[in-house]
């Protein structure tokens, strides 16, 4: 079945550090990948996708590139602020049969200090 | 623009009481509906997920129920509530398959 693999946090960095966020996914076909954000208490926010190879989604500076060769959708930023502070999912729809449903991986925490 | 209401936030039950929990979408018709769990530091499981009024799928078997009377409104219920039902639940709605998925901003449910 469909799997989604991302780094486990917490992730702590200073104002204005550069962020990766690794995610690497299992899925036959041809799935599309997201990035979702939580902010504490809050439900989760689509935050960039991409649906096919080589596609680079952005969005409030962050960016992801699907690479099929490598099966990674890594999340990155050039600079951190303070309220970038949340909870961040990788998720994938697969194709075929399981296209109505997202796969998500467990999230990462990131801390971002003043 | 499509909104997605929850309710209740926040919710605090005994074990063996029921529940229902309520979603309703604006803006938009025949609306995808889902229901995650999200327990704590894991990631999200979908419980159940509807493409038309009366239509549900269950993803993964347990002591919840969903139903969805009408187009907008998606409802999770229990009978009776178990400890390991405790949890933050979310619903989620979208405009087809292979369509992202905008979510509401969850009921936070603690059983006693």
């Known amino acids: 079945g469909n799997s989604v693999t991302q780094m486990e946090g917490p992730v702590t960095l200073s104002e204005e550090a550069f962020l990766t966020i690794n995610c690497t996914y299992t899925?036959?076909?041809?799935?599309?990948l997201f990035w979702y954000v939580q902010y504490p208490g809050e439900g989760l926010q689509l935050l960039l996708k991409?649906?096919?190879?080589?596609d680079k989604g952005s969005n409030k500076g962050f960016e992801a590139t699907y690479r099929k060769e490598t099966t990674s959708f890594h999340l990155e930023k050039g600079s951190v602020q303070v309220s970038d502070s949340a909870v961040y999912f990788c998720a994938l729809m697969g194709s075929g049969g399981s296209n109505y449903k997202l796969t998500f991986g467990k999230g990462t925490l990131l801390t971002v200090n003043p | 623009s499509q909104t997605i209401h929850q309710w209740p936030a926040t919710l605090v039950q005994p074990v063996g009481s029921p529940l229902s929990l309520e979603c309703t979408v604006e803006g938009t018709s025949n609306p995808n509906l889902y229901w995650y769990r999200q327990a704590a530091g894991r990631g999200l499981q979908l419980l159940f997920y509807?493409?038309?009024?009366?239509?549900i799928s269950s993803e993964v078997p347990q002591n919840l129920s969903a139903s969805r009377p009408q187009d907008r409104q998606f409802i999770l219920s229990s009978k009776k509530l178990l400890l390991s039902d405790s949890g933050f639940y979310l619903c989620?709605?979208?405009?087809?398959?292979?369509?992202?998925?905008?979510f509401g901003d969850g009921t936070r449910l603690s059983i006693l």
């Open positions: 989620a709605w979208s405009g087809g398959t292979n369509q992202p998925q905008h």
């Open positions: 899925a036959t076909g041809y799935p599309s």
């Open positions: 509807s493409v038309g009024i009366g239509q």
């Open positions: 991409a649906t096919k190879a080589d």
